[in-house]
């Protein structure tokens, strides 16, 4: 494992000058994936979403390589046509560098409207990396819910009403998606974890054939926590098993992370505004709910990678 | 060499991408297209090409692909039809404005709803405003020699934009059909070797294409978009005469069939115009003055070439294989009678909408029209300027 | 400014070596609104959302560059394996930095104080 020293030696592909919020975590996470890349040739995609439009008001570009940007749902596809392009000008010698692929792609352009095109490509076996930044919601748009959204998180399009309170439904499990597709690498990590970031990008550039890494990475207006307190919240929801670190590699479920201690969820929702109507008197039960839905998946995640099903000691 | 064979229009399609084996064909398939991604697969699987064939999980992916491969510096295609094409709508005009020089045949079908898959226009019309090139082809001979002009036209420095290669469905992409193909080298060397001026495998040169462009600078790249098209006027036309040197086939922007001394004439797009130069033909043995304009290219719109062959005439008939559901008729109608108004000679114009859904246009259809135009001509009155052909009415 | 000319081959593509200026015509910006200097962002100034600007104290820093790994904006210069300063022309204030650094190496220090100081010093001068 390289040190920050080493790393820190490596240039910068996604620099300052950017327009996402201050303190926002697509910021951290593409330059934690980037700094991964080393000195190789890479070759950038994103979908629409908040890392897109920051990073590419013209005539500025934040990224220091080759970047395409083609529109919110079609990250996957247009990656691979790039990668199609690179074996086939490749083979024609054409060109004769080498290049690693890399898609970014919001939660929304991910799970929800990108689904297809990015299950194609990894299907297809383009030798790409595909990274959904996930921060829970279409950020860009203003906070609309989608099918990362948490259970019980207020946003524009799932309002904690009066009657309903904020997002109905559990979280789409997309990275155990991807990894149905038995492709050569899948993991999930968060921005808390520098190390485990940096070990499976590089992971993930370095398969052969298609990976997927799913990364929180917090949006400190949609969630409503202290802008500094990245790490920490971060950090939280990997204690309580709301975000458990694990990769799947040839098939192989590994856990990355366990927690020492049972850390409750309400750890992670209580210093989130977009959780605040959970905790209001009479509520109980809805904060009893989404803690029964994170010990279940735990324990289905647990067996999954071979390990002793029970949930952390309190 | 030049060599007569009996094809559809989609072989002859498959045939000339064969010759120009591209870097990268990316296409999903879809009646009445299937049979060109069939054939194309059976290509790269005999190793006849050495294409990178991406089989894409739909027309969305199958253009996103295609843009990612062409601004990657390849040459790169698709084909579609129909509802394909209609998926791919949000992703043809990026491809468009992203000034990449993507082909792609569209056979062209009607479009839902009801589902059919016959011919008709509504999906290549339906992108005419995407900044796309669209060219026409009257049958397959057309169609093969389209595409190889295509590549050229859409490649031109001046020009890089995506070219789509329209030819009717069935009645063209599916009739056996006599037609001259070129040897692979004479198509290899008129197509020649693209070289990409920006891209993203340029690792000397590293570029952000697809950026976020906002009321600052947008209006000034759409504007770019539209030089682009003035100037694939002149491209088109200089490729056509090139293509007539190897082919014995010159190209124009338009064809003019007998319009010279006509008093009626009948504008039509694709295979349609066959039939109408055939009308054409017998009543100008009964005396009619009667000619045909075969816009081969749509978009850019022919303007000059069009009121300049059209200018002569008493009384036009559009023939349009779409609907606009303006209520005021099809979309080559407003085209034509838009450009004819500079004039100033009061030429009548009428539109007749035909063939949605496949429906046939036969002789007696076209020979109505012209006796529809006579009488125009002869009383300078129109009652009703837009019409229905073959319709139950 | 270079007359417009259809034929010009580098019509439209023309400013891979100049900079983008609002000032320039339709036919002179760059083709497509492509980007021919990979993070020219870094020309562009967003130090001027800051509130709060971080400040490094030298002898608490033990350069274990938290810092320059969790900065979403770059601005956390670290030159040879060390912390060396911050980029003020883009750093936003997010105050991460300083929640990161094991040591408390960094104070966060509101803006209008800065300027007080400044001009205090201005005053003394
Ligand atoms: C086809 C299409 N539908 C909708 C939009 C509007 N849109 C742009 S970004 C976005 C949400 C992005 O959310 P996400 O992918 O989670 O990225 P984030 O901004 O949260 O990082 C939406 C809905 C669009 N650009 N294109
Ligand atoms: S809204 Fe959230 S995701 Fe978007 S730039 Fe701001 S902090 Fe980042
Ligand atoms: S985090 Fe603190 S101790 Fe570490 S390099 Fe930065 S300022 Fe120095
Ligand atoms: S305050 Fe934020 S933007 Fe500024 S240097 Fe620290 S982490 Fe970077
Ligand atoms: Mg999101």
Request: glycine share 8%; aromatic share 8%; proline share 5%.
């Amino acid at each position: 494992m390289a040190t920050l020293k080493e790393l820190s030696r490596v240039e910068e592909r996604f620099v300052g000058g950017h327009r996402l919020c201050a303190g926002c975590g697509h910021g951290i996470s593409v330059r934690m994936i980037l700094n991964a890349v080393e000195d190789a040739n890479v070759v950038v995609g994103c979908a629409t979403g908040c890392l897109e439009v920051a990073s590419t008001i013209y005539p500025y570009t934040a990224w220091n390589c080759s970047f395409i940007h083609n529109a919110f749902e079609n990250a996957g596809a247009t990656i691979s046509g790039v990668e199609a392009a690179y074996r086939a000008l490749k083979k024609r010698g054409k060109i004769d560098r080498d290049f690693k692929f890399i898609a970014f792609g919001g939660d929304g352009g991910t799970y929800d409207i990108g689904l297809q095109s990015l299950s194609g490509a990894m299907e297809r076996g383009h030798n790409i990396v595909y990274v959904c930044l996930d921060n829970g919601a279409y950020m860009n748009t203003g906070i609309q819910r989608s099918s990362a959204t948490p259970t019980g998180a207020d946003t524009t399009t799932s309002p904690a009403g009066k009657v309903i309170p904020g997002k109905q439904q559990p979280r789409k499990d997309l990275t155990a998606i991807m990894a149905a597709h038995n492709i050569s690498y899948a993991a999930q990590t968060a921005i808390n974890n520098w190390q485990d970031v940096h070990k499976k990008a590089k992971k993930a550039i370095e398969v052969e054939g298609p990976a997927f890494l799913n990364v929180l990475s917090p949006c400190p207006r949609g969630w409503r926590y202290n802008t500094p307190d990245i790490v920490q919240i971060t950090k939280l929801a990997v204690e309580t098993r709301f975000w458990p670190l694990y990769e799947v590699e040839n098939g192989k479920w590994k856990l990355n992370y366990k927690p020492k201690k049972y850390v409750p969820v309400e750890e992670f929702l209580k210093p989130q505004g977009r959780f605040r109507h959970l905790f209001k008197p009479g509520n109980e039960h809805l904060i009893k709910a989404i803690q029964e839905e994170v010990d279940s998946r735990w324990l289905a995640l647990l067996e999954r990678c071979g390990e002793t099903p029970e949930l952390p000691p309190r | 060499m030049k060599s007569k064979v009996a094809l559809t229009g989609n072989e002859a399609v498959a045939q000339a991408m064969k010759q120009i084996n591209p870097d990268v064909v990316a296409a999903y398939p879809i009646t009445p297209q299937t049979e060109i991604v069939q054939i194309f697969s059976s290509f790269v699987a005999n190793g006849e090409v050495d294409t990178e064939f991406v089989a894409v999980e739909s027309e969305h992916s199958a253009m996103s692909a295609a843009i990612g491969a062409a601004a990657g510096g390849a040459r790169a295609m698709t084909a579609t039809s129909s509802q394909g094409l209609a998926l791919m709508f949000e992703v043809v005009y990026i491809a468009a404005s992203m000034r990449l020089p993507i082909v792609f045949p569209v056979v062209n079908r009607a479009l839902s709803g009801p589902i059919n898959i016959h011919c008709d226009h509504s999906d290549a019309m339906g992108l005419r405003d995407s900044g796309v090139i669209q060219l026409f082809s009257e049958n397959a001979q057309e169609a093969y020699d389209n595409m190889i002009q295509a590549v050229r036209i859409a490649e031109h420095s001046d020009v890089r934009l995506p070219v789509m290669v329209n030819m009717d469905g069935f009645i063209t992409s599916h009739a056996m059909d006599v037609l001259e193909v070129l040897d692979d080298e004479t198509v290899r060397n008129f197509v020649g070797t693209y070289v990409p001026e920006d891209y993203l495998l340029d690792a000397e040169n590293p570029i952000s294409i697809g950026n976020f462009d906002m009321y600052d600078f947008y209006f000034e790249h759409k504007r770019q978009q539209v030089e682009a098209m003035k100037a694939a006027k002149e491209v088109i036309r200089e490729i056509g005469k090139e293509f007539g040197r190897i082919s014995g086939r010159e190209y124009g922007l338009i064809e003019s069939y007998k319009l010279d001394d006509a008093d009626v004439a009948v504008v039509v797009l694709n295979s349609a115009a066959g039939t109408a130069k055939g009308v054409a033909d017998e009543l100008r043995a009964n005396g009619v003055k009667a000619g045909v304009l075969k816009p081969r290219v749509y978009r850019p719109f022919p303007q000059d070439e069009i009121r300049e062959a059209l200018k002569g005439v008493k009384a036009v008939a559009v023939l349009d294989r779409a609907e606009t559901f303006s209520t005021c008729g099809g979309p080559i109608f407003a085209d034509i009678r838009n450009v004819l108004y500079d004039l100033k000679n009061d030429i009548k114009v009428v539109n007749y909408v035909y063939g949605l859904g496949g429906r046939d246009l036969r002789l007696e259809h076209v020979a109505q029209v012209f006796e529809e135009l006579e009488n125009i001509r002869k009383t300078g009155r129109v009652d009703e300027t837009v019409k229905y052909l073959g319709l139950r009415e | 400014m270079t007359p417009y000319n259809p034929f010009n081959r580098n019509f439209g593509t023309g400013t891979r070596t100049k900079a983008v200026r609002p000032d320039m015509k339709w036919h002179e910006l760059t083709r497509a609104g492509n980007i021919y200097e990979p993070g020219n962002a870094n020309t562009y100034e967003t130090g001027d959302w800051r509130s709060i600007r971080p400040v490094w104290n030298k002898e608490r820093c033990i350069h274990c560059l938290m810092c320059w790994r969790y900065c979403p904006d770059a601005s956390v210069i670290a030159k040879g394996g060390k912390f060396e300063t911050f980029d003020y022309k883009h750093c936003k204030g997010c105050g991460i930095c300083a929640k990161v650094c094991p040591v408390n190496a960094i104070d966060m220090v509101p803006e209008d104080e800065i300027k007080k100081v400044k001009e205090a010093n201005k005053d003394e001068e």
